[in-house]
């Protein structure tokens, strides 16, 4: 009965390479989200979808690009992966922001640690 | 621009020991504000959130947080820590907007000391 899922939860590979990373939300709820952790646990916000919708994207490099299939789907694709974008991926989702009062904290997945060599 | 500010990056306390994690937020309108707790290897959970009304709010684990808006703090107690409770611990902050979108401080690493 989990939540909210991503998979793969390890993800090792080497620069150049292309890979991407799967979410689920099985919580009804309109919005998703990526976030980046990086190695001082720094959390950002990358990309938001309401209902299938982009309405926040960050500046994050045009290799990464967001697809929602469904309001309950966010896969994360990344292209020519760079030393750079090794970090803990978090997706993440909520009510409809500015909808139902009370209602937007993020519910997260547990997380993608993509290891860029 | 909104803003969240955990000025301690590490705090160790004894097991049974009190504790407060301190959080600082610059926002331009009434910002919904929130703690979460990240233990190793996974994602955040939702300890506790303000949206309005009662200043202190009460949330799971034991954990309480008062907003004082006059100093714009949102800063988070427990009377007694438990060895269980050393994690990560993120101080967030929103809007009540369509295009909300929620900034992280960059957290506080609690440790227990038996």
């Known amino acids: 009965d989990t939540a909210v899922s991503q998979t793969p939860k390890y993800l090792v590979t080497q620069m150049g390479n292309d890979k991407s990373i799967k979410c689920e939300q099985n919580l009804g709820h309109d919005t998703m989200y990526w976030y980046k952790q990086d190695s001082k646990k720094f959390l950002k916000i990358m990309f938001s979808y309401n209902n299938k919708e982009l309405i926040i994207n960050e500046t994050v490099p045009n290799r990464f690009s967001p697809k929602s299939p469904d309001k309950a789907h966010l896969n994360l694709h990344i292209n020519s992966l760079e030393l750079g974008d090794s970090a803990v991926y978090f997706c993440a989702s909520s009510q409809k922001p500015g909808t139902s009062r009370g209602n937007s904290p993020l519910h997260f997945g547990n997380g993608t640690r993509l290891t860029v060599t | 621009a909104q803003s969240v500010t955990q000025p301690d990056i590490h705090i160790t306390v004894s097991e049974g020991a009190s504790l407060e994690l301190r959080c600082n937020y610059s926002?331009?309108?009434?910002?919904?504000l929130f703690w979460y707790v990240q233990s190793p290897g996974q994602g955040l959970q939702l300890l506790l959130k303000y949206f309005s009304g009662d200043t202190l709010v009460q949330g799971i684990k034991g954990f309480e947080a008062e907003f004082k808006r006059s100093q714009s703090s949102f800063n988070l107690r427990k009377p007694s820590v438990h060895w269980s409770d050393a994690a990560e611990y993120f101080c967030a902050v929103g809007a009540f907007s369509s295009a909300s979108k929620i900034i992280f401080g960059s957290g506080t690493r609690l440790s227990i000391r038996p």
């Open positions: 926002y331009g309108a009434t910002p919904y």
